[in-house]
């Protein structure tokens, strides 16, 4: 079992800044990649970003791109998102979900076996 819980959502003007962290416990992840999805309302669950936790290697949706960056701190066993230059179009629970498989990292949400509960993030504009 992994527990991922997810931390540091709120409300923020456009054009602002929050940093989303997801903390990792349980069995060994080393192998894994923690990735970010975000679901708004009235709407499906969507790839944000992800890392693998072994190498750095990260993957980012087109929509965040150059706005949003991940990364982690091995020593903490966290995954961070910081996320640059909102838009409202950003409003949307935010969640951490482990990857298990190796290879590629994949960005359907279904091939995640771990979730953590969300973080709302909500961007006014």
């Known amino acids: 079992q992994v527990q991922l819980v997810e931390s540091g959502g709120g409300l923020v003007q456009a054009g602002g800044s929050l940093r989303l962290s997801c903390a990792a416990s349980?069995?060994?992840?080393?192998?894994?990649?923690l990735g970010w999805f975000r679901q708004a309302a009235g709407k499906e669950r969507e790839f944000v970003s992800a890392i693998r936790w072994s190498n750095g290697y990260t993957r980012y949706a087109d929509s965040v791109k150059g706005r949003f960056t991940v990364s982690r701190d091995n020593a903490k066993n966290t995954v961070y998102l910081q996320m640059n230059s909102l838009k409202p179009e950003d409003t949307a629970v935010y969640y951490c979900?482990?990857?298990?498989?190796?290879?590629?990292?994949?960005?359907?949400?279904?091939?995640?076996?771990?979730w953590g509960q969300g973080t709302q993030v909500t961007v006014s504009s």
């Open positions: 979900a482990a990857y298990t498989r190796p290879g590629a990292i994949r960005v359907v949400p279904t091939l995640y076996d771990y």
């Open positions: 349980g069995r060994t992840f080393s192998s894994y990649a």
